[in-house]
């Protein structure tokens, strides 16, 4: 019990780490920012599927449905980080970046026949971004010679995480259910700035602000269907509620005159105005021998039926309120899979998994009224067995994963990522015989 209490410990701390934004791109200035990936180290190298996998050895948070086929002698703990490298491309000019972040921190049992449970720390949106732009007040110049100009500088920070408990059970055999119970918190700051050279012009503000703490629901089932002796099809759904997060978003307009430096501050409340969409899921596996793994998921975010605020500047008929347009049902691609010879080989290359996806989105975002970015993304990664005199359970997983999120007219984002995962795989509850 002292590691079960270690790894509750671990989860805790975590949330600390976890407070850093995962993001530095321009997109997550909209909504509730950049959609964290939800999975783990071992569901990355396959680019994310997860939905019908049931893995005995391994966390798939994607569907809780698949907690119910832990191993009865197994506590699993699993921890990622992640390093990666953003480059930002627009009218011919590029901008990188590199960002190391803590990903996830998950763990699992079981504790009954056909029940397993399992809980942990993920993120759920990120917000991070920086920017600004300078140009002439006019193309002229004044009389004394001066070029007036102005700038404008956009920023923010936050995101929002889950910590989750949830449980698998399986009723009757080939059919197992699931859910994973989430408190929601975090929020987002976000700032536009317009300044100007001249000291004589105020400088204007707007801070966008919110702060969540409510509840995330995910429900899973899993059938799983035997064809041959050394085939079987596993069909996964899920499915998690949308509702009201019962946070109100603020808007601070400030006019400072810098001169006087005083400030003149006008504050817009929208109350109840951020929302989850309710989401879909479905996936098909096919597992042969337990050597070859191929999985396709289809996932539908249904954000085109949710508000979000938006600042209206009509002078002193000026409003903050949420408005429905702003984002679009996203429908994501998955198709990956996974070889491993034999997890018990006595070659060490023989119990490696070898793992490669690839995966379409379409853009939740509408900016100016025109679809946001769509995502593109391919990974390949492997699992390595860690191989020791007291544990040949554990793995250690490593992939890597390219993004390219695009639109027409906007900013193109490529992203390559390194993620690396632990899993710490444990025997427990073995009686132990002493002769």
């Known amino acids: 019990m002292r590691k079960f209490y270690i790894a509750i410990l671990l989860v805790a701390c975590s949330a600390t780490v976890m407070a850093q934004s995962g993001t530095k791109s321009p997109y997550s200035q909209f909504g509730l920012g950049v959609l964290a990936d ?3 180290g071992f569901n990355r190298g396959m680019n994310g599927i997860g939905y019908a996998m049931r ?10 449905a698949a907690y119910s086929a832990i191993d009865s002698l197994s506590f699993i703990f ?4 992640g390093l990666q490298r953003n480059t930002f ?12 972040t803590f990903d996830y921190a998950v763990a699992a049992f079981r504790v009954a026949k056909g029940l397993g449970v399992s809980y942990g720390l993920l993120p759920y949106t990120n917000v991070g971004y920086s920017y600004s732009s300078t140009s002439n007040v006019n193309k002229g110049t004044y009389e004394d010679g001066s070029n007036p100009t102005y700038t404008n500088s956009y920023s923010g920070d936050g995101g929002l995480h889950q910590v989750f408990v949830g449980a698998g059970w399986e009723p009757f055999r080939g059919l197992s259910v699931g859910f994973n119970a989430s408190y929601l918190w975090g929020g987002y700051n976000r700032y536009v700035i317009n300044s100007y050279s001249e000291t004589y012009v105020n400088t204007l503000s707007r801070v966008y602000k919110a702060s969540v703490h409510s509840y ?13 002796r050394k085939d079987r099809f596993t069909l996964g759904l899920v499915y998690s509620l949308g509702h009201k997060l019962g946070a109100d978003a603020e808007c601070l307009v400030i006019s400072t005159n810098k001169q006087t430096e005083t400030s003149d501050t006008t504050r817009y409340v929208a109350e109840n105005a951020l929302a989850l969409p309710h989401v879909f899921g479905a996936g098909l596996a096919w597992n042969h021998s337990n050597r070859i793994k191929l999985e396709f998921d289809y996932q539908l975010q249904k954000w085109s039926n949710v508000e979000f605020p938006q600042y209206t500047d009509n002078g002193a008929a000026s409003s903050y309120v949420p408005v429905k ?45 025109a679809d946001g970015p769509s995502e593109l993304c391919v990974s390949l990664g492997v699992g390595i067995p860690i191989i020791n005199s007291y544990n040949n359970r554990s793995l250690l997983n490593i992939s890597g994963q390219w993004v390219r999120q695009s639109a027409e007219g906007f900013v193109k984002e490529n992203i390559f990522r390194i993620n690396v995962g632990f899993t710490f795989n444990e025997r427990w509850f073995a009686k132990f015989k002493v002769e």
């Open 38 to 40: 939800q999975s783990t």
């Open 55 to 64: 893995e005995h050895n391994q966390i798939d948070y994607l569907n809780p």
């Open 78 to 81: 699993d921890a990622g980080v």
């Open 89 to 100: 491309e627009e009218k011919g000019k590029k901008q990188s970046g590199n960002r190391a």
């Open 216 to 228: 995330k629901l995910d429900f899973g089932l899993q059938y799983e269907a035997r064809v041959s």
């Open 325 to 369: 347009g702003l984002f679009a049902d996203r429908k994501k691609y998955s198709f990956g899979g996974e070889y491993c010879h034999n997890e018990r080989d006595r070659s060490f290359f023989g119990r490696v998994h070898y793992r490669a996806g690839v995966s379409y989105a379409s853009p939740y975002q509408k900016i100016n009224g």
